[in-house]
């Protein structure tokens, strides 16, 4: 197989979303933590240059940085190989021991390019400090073994493939009582939609994004305006899923696709960031998907243009099917943090239709 061109670019899932993060909320305090050699300084240098703090980056001598295969073809669809390099040894013990003890995060957003259990370890974490903070797990690169994620973390981030990982990690590995229960649900494992609302069916807050289609929003967990259905028996019962579909960004008549990579990375900081900044969950999937729209416009993982996102928000569609007992306005006013925090409080085993 040949290709038409080729180019080198500074990338990385966690790096990407940092910087998307920023871009887009610039008042916003962003902090990168990773593992590079120490020969690729340039990449704290590209972070650092727009505004993301970069003081616990680790150097290593004697492990490669990670590095991405990307192959993207004429319509602007891409397919990724990671290897995770210096990642792969992050070590949350370590960075904890020598974290500030002001450091209060608002949200923590972690990837697969690290440890699983490293990630779980800082979001533990995270939440003795502010017990308001917000953990974000994009679920890439996938791997069905680690499907259990979908249990630690407030927001699970996942594109079609993904989602799917984690629907096969639920019919091989889950095998209690409760778990053989929620089993028995009929899942189209070629429908990224049915595989969602079955993994929000568990419990989880789930953000699946689509491409050129936007995203959807399942959430199970509504803190109010829906009434609890303790269950003592072990068994699992129906629950209404919320659900808030977001739509692409509506280009102007001088834009087009020009390059996918990195817009699922830019979707993904430009929503944390806005949650952070306390707005809605509705103005949240707009700024996000505005970023995402805009990251395609121009050549490589990480453009400037995705800066105009909050002003572009506006172009944005958005639907929500929130089914009987619909939230109260004072919900939907409410920042997206003060819904997912609360939802966390309730149990996945305690919620009912």
Same mark, same amino acid.
């Given at each position: 197989?040949?290709?038409?061109?080729?180019?080198?670019?500074?990338?990385?899932?966690?790096?990407?979303?940092?910087?998307?993060?920023?871009?887009?909320?610039?008042?916003?305090?962003?902090?990168?933590?990773?593992? +590079?050699?120490? %020969?690729?300084?340039?990449? +704290?240098?590209?972070?650092?240059?727009?505004?993301?703090?970069?003081?616990?980056?680790?150097?290593?001598?004697?492990?490669?940085?990670?590095?991405?295969?990307?192959?993207?073809?004429?319509?602007?669809?891409?397919?990724?190989?990671?290897?995770?390099?210096?990642?792969?040894?992050?070590?949350?013990?370590?960075?904890?021991?020598?974290?500030?003890?002001?450091?209060?995060?608002?949200?923590?957003?972690?990837?697969?390019?690290?440890? +699983?259990?490293?990630?779980?370890?800082?979001?533990?974490?995270? %939440?003795?400090?502010?017990?308001?903070?917000?953990?974000?797990?994009?679920?890439?690169?996938?791997?069905?073994?680690?499907?259990?994620?979908?249990?630690?973390?407030?927001?699970?981030?996942?594109?079609?493939?993904?989602?799917?990982?984690?629907?096969?990690?639920?019919?091989?590995?889950?095998?209690?009582?409760?778990?053989?229960?929620?089993?028995?649900?009929?899942?189209?494992?070629?429908?990224?939609?049915?595989?969602?609302?079955?993994?929000?069916?568990?419990?989880?807050?789930?953000?699946?994004?689509?491409?050129?289609?936007?995203?959807?929003?399942?959430?199970?967990?509504?803190?109010?305006?829906?009434?609890?259905?303790?269950?003592?028996?072990?068994?699992?019962?129906?629950?209404? +899923?919320?659900?808030?579909?977001?739509?692409?960004?509506?280009?102007?008549?001088?834009?087009?696709?020009?390059?996918?990579?990195?817009?699922?990375?830019?979707?993904?900081?430009?929503?944390?960031?806005?949650?952070?900044?306390?707005?809605?969950?509705?103005?949240?999937?707009?700024?996000?998907?505005?970023?995402?729209?805009?990251?395609?416009?121009?050549?490589g993982a990480r453009t400037r243009a995705i800066e105009n996102a909050l002003e572009r928000a506006s172009?944005?569609?958005?639907?929500?099917?929130?089914?009987?007992?619909?939230?109260?306005?004072?919900?939907?006013?409410?920042?997206?943090?003060?819904?997912?925090?609360?939802?966390?409080?309730?149990?996945a085993r305690d919620f009912g239709s």
């Amino acid at each position: 197989m040949t290709c038409a061109a080729h180019a080198r670019a500074l990338g990385g899932k966690g790096a990407n979303q940092a910087r998307a993060a920023k871009l887009t909320s610039d008042d916003l305090d962003v902090t990168f933590v990773a593992r +590079i050699h120490e %020969r690729d300084v340039d990449i +704290i240098d590209d972070l650092e240059s727009c505004g993301v703090n970069c003081d616990d980056v680790e150097l290593r001598e004697d492990t490669p940085t990670g590095a991405a295969c990307v192959v993207t073809d004429a319509n602007g669809e891409n397919c990724i190989v990671v290897y995770p390099g210096a990642n792969a040894e992050c070590d949350g013990d370590k960075f904890l021991a020598n974290v500030s003890d002001d450091f209060e995060p608002a949200c923590a957003l972690f990837q697969c390019e690290t440890p +699983i259990e490293t990630s779980k370890v800082i979001a533990r974490w995270a %939440r003795t400090r502010n017990a308001n903070c917000v953990s974000f797990m994009n679920f890439s690169p996938a791997n069905a073994k680690d499907g259990g994620v979908c249990t630690e973390f407030d927001v699970l981030v996942v594109n079609e493939t993904e989602v799917r990982a984690v629907v096969e990690w639920m019919m091989t590995e889950r095998d209690d009582a409760y778990d053989a229960s929620v089993a028995a649900i009929q899942t189209d494992l070629d429908d990224p939609v049915d595989c969602a609302m079955r993994v929000a069916k568990c419990g989880s807050n789930v953000l699946l994004t689509l491409g050129a289609e936007g995203a959807a929003m399942f959430l199970p967990r509504r803190p109010f305006g829906c009434e609890s259905a303790p269950v003592n028996d072990g068994t699992w019962v129906e629950r209404w +899923i919320d659900v808030v579909n977001v739509g692409a960004l509506a280009f102007g008549e001088s834009e087009s696709v020009v390059d996918s990579v990195g817009a699922g990375d830019a979707f993904v900081g430009a929503f944390v960031a806005a949650v952070a900044e306390n707005r809605t969950l509705f103005d949240a999937l707009r700024v996000a998907s505005a970023a995402g729209g805009l990251a395609c416009t121009e050549r490589g993982a990480r453009t400037r243009a995705i800066e105009n996102a909050l002003e572009r928000a506006s172009d944005v569609e958005l639907t929500a099917n929130f089914g009987p007992n619909a939230p109260s306005e004072a919900l939907l006013r409410a920042p997206a943090r003060e819904w997912l925090c609360r939802a966390r409080e309730m149990s996945a085993r305690d919620f009912g239709s």
